[in-house]
């Protein structure tokens, strides 16, 4: 039973490294650059959603606040893009790297600046109560975490395949070169690319803000989310999603069952041990076949 | 009659380089033009700047009245003209039937398109046999005929093609290009053909120009053309060989 209590609550921190995870790999495909922003975006999601949830500050219903903090991040992920990253459009792979770790500074410090640097809560009815089944004592967050992050996977699943638009950030990811021949306006598709990743990420603050405190260092499991896409293979969705699983679902078992410290040592260890023996990730196979 | 697509005096620059100095050229409606040159003539350049991938230095390029140099891509495939890239350029993780729905991309009425798609698997049976195969696995061949179905897909009202024979066999060649002289005569689908492999293209096409080092150098009816002693020379290799049997690098080209 202890192995299934540990299973749960890893994979439901899983499931946030495996979202963050998915946002660089969506932004790494479509515009080949790193936005090691990612974890800070996810933090910043979920201080959007405290902004607009807590009572001392707009107070705001939970389910009212969701698609509005949703749509918040998104329309922050598109200005990104149109304003500061296309600026550096052709410049060097160093460049984006350099603007977007400036660009997590960034947001660390305005969100710090704005909501104080004191770790808080935010008021999610999701952080209610535990739910006991199979003797396993399962909290509602880690319960809703999973389940949001399997209804996410479909839908954007469903939104590669089926709308026009995941068309057409496939191919521009596929062949930027082709989608240009195709008459898709590349420049725009990679704005919503920013977007459909900074939604990506809010989704995971606010799973990540119901699930325990909240405070603006919260961006630095990015770092750990990094080491989960790379583990999955970095250019694949699903892998990303797996990585993420594998890092989270690691951490208890380190912790539980080798000497103390090697919980968060053991995400790293992974991914040296997969650079070294399986350069492209372990879910390469996947990623030459889709999406 | 004012042709379709008019280029007048184009000039185009990779950075400090000129990669096309004062181009021009005219493609009339229903016509077939190719472009013969070796590499590094500018063709692709060429193509390119019409398409909008590149913009232009100076000159204009006028379709159906409308000067469109220097607008992007999108806006220039919305009125009618696509470009058959240079070595395919399919979608590779994505199947034949993806790859075509983007070539219509631009197009949203569904009927159009379906009617579109049963045009292009009529021209091209084995697309329609392997719609659900990512196209990447497909042979070259099948990625060339590919390429051409989704530029197709827009139903264009003209078709750049950047050296469709490239990488294919002889026979592959002939093959795509008597399904494109089809799609001329039955579809009446305009063309702008790039071509080194100058004896196909010629058949194929109603008018050809010569480009060397970023200048037309010649330009005049395909047949005429091909009967002219230089491109006999230079472009068909075919050695005409004269009373002392004078080597071929000895002989100068007309226009130098």
């Known amino acids: ?291 | 009659m004012s042709a379709l697509l008019e280029v007048r005096n184009l000039e185009t620059y990779y950075g400090p380089i000129v990669a096309i100095r004062g181009v021009s050229l005219d493609v009339h409606q229903g016509q077939v033009v190719t472009v013969l040159g070796a590499n590094g003539a500018g063709k692709t350049t060429l193509l390119k700047t019409i398409s909008g991938i590149m913009d232009p230095e100076k000159g204009r390029i006028v379709f159906d009245g409308e000067e469109i140099q220097g607008r992007e891509p999108h806006q220039i495939v919305r009125r009618g003209i696509v470009q058959v890239p240079e070595g395919r350029e399919v979608f590779p993780l994505l199947t034949v039937d993806e790859n075509l729905s983007l070539g219509a991309y631009t197009k949203s009425n569904r009927a159009e398109i379906a009617r579109a798609r049963d045009l292009v698997f009529e021209y091209f049976p084995i697309l329609k046999e392997r719609r659900q195969q990512e196209a990447g696995t497909l042979s070259g061949g099948q990625q060339q005929m590919l390429a051409i179905g989704r530029g197709l897909m827009l139903k264009p009202r003209i078709m750049l093609l950047d050296e469709p024979s490239l990488g294919l066999s002889p026979i592959l060649t002939q093959e795509i290009f008597a399904i494109l002289k089809r799609l001329n005569k039955d579809e009446g689908v305009t063309m702008l053909v790039v071509e080194q492999n100058a004896a196909v293209a010629l058949d194929l096409a109603d008018q050809g120009y010569v480009m060397e080092l970023g200048r037309i150098v010649m330009s005049d009816t395909a047949e005429r053309l091909a009967a002219s002693e230089d491109i006999q020379r230079f472009y068909l290799g075919h050695a005409n060989e004269g009373a002392r049997g004078e080597r071929r690098w000895k002989k100068r080209k007309t226009w130098r």
């Open chain 1, 1 to 291: 039973m202890e192995f299934m209590q540990l299973l749960i609550s890893g994979l439901a921190n899983g499931c946030v490294y495996g979202l963050i995870a998915l946002g660089f790999v969506l932004i790494y495909k479509a515009t080949e650059a790193v936005n090691f922003a990612q974890g800070d975006f996810m933090m910043l999601g979920a201080f959007v959603m405290v902004g607009l949830v807590n009572p001392h500050f707009l107070g705001i219903n939970f389910w009212l606040a969701v698609p509005l903090a949703l749509l918040i991040m998104g329309a922050l992920g598109y200005l990104l893009d149109i304003t500061i990253l296309r600026s550096l459009f052709g410049q060097n792979q160093v460049a984006i790297v350099i603007l977007t770790i400036a660009l997590g500074f960034v947001i660390r410090f305005v969100t710090g600046v704005i909501f104080g640097h004191e770790p808080m809560n935010l008021h999610s009815p999701l952080a209610l109560g535990d739910v006991r089944a199979f003797g396993v004592v399962i909290s509602m967050a880690d319960l809703a975490v999973i389940i949001v992050t399997v209804i996410l996977t479909i839908m954007l699943w469903q939104f590669f395949q089926r709308t026009r638009l995941g068309l057409a950030m496939q191919a521009a990811s596929q062949n930027q070169m082709a989608a240009y021949y195709m008459g898709i306006p590349v420049k725009r598709v990679q704005g919503a690319v920013w977007a459909l990743a900074a939604v990506v990420a809010c989704v995971a603050g606010i799973l990540y803000g119901s699930k325990g405190s909240l405070d603006i260092s919260a961006g630095f499991i990015g770092i750990k989310a990094f080491a989960a896409a790379v583990i999955g293979g970095f250019g694949s969705l699903p892998g990303a999603l797996m990585g993420g699983l594998i890092v989270g679902v690691i951490e208890p078992f380190a912790s539980r069952y080798l000497p103390a410290g090697y919980g968060q040592l053991a995400p790293y260890v992974l991914l040296i041990l997969v650079l070294v023996f399986r350069p492209h990730g372990l879910f390469a196979q996947v990623r030459t076949k889709k999406v």
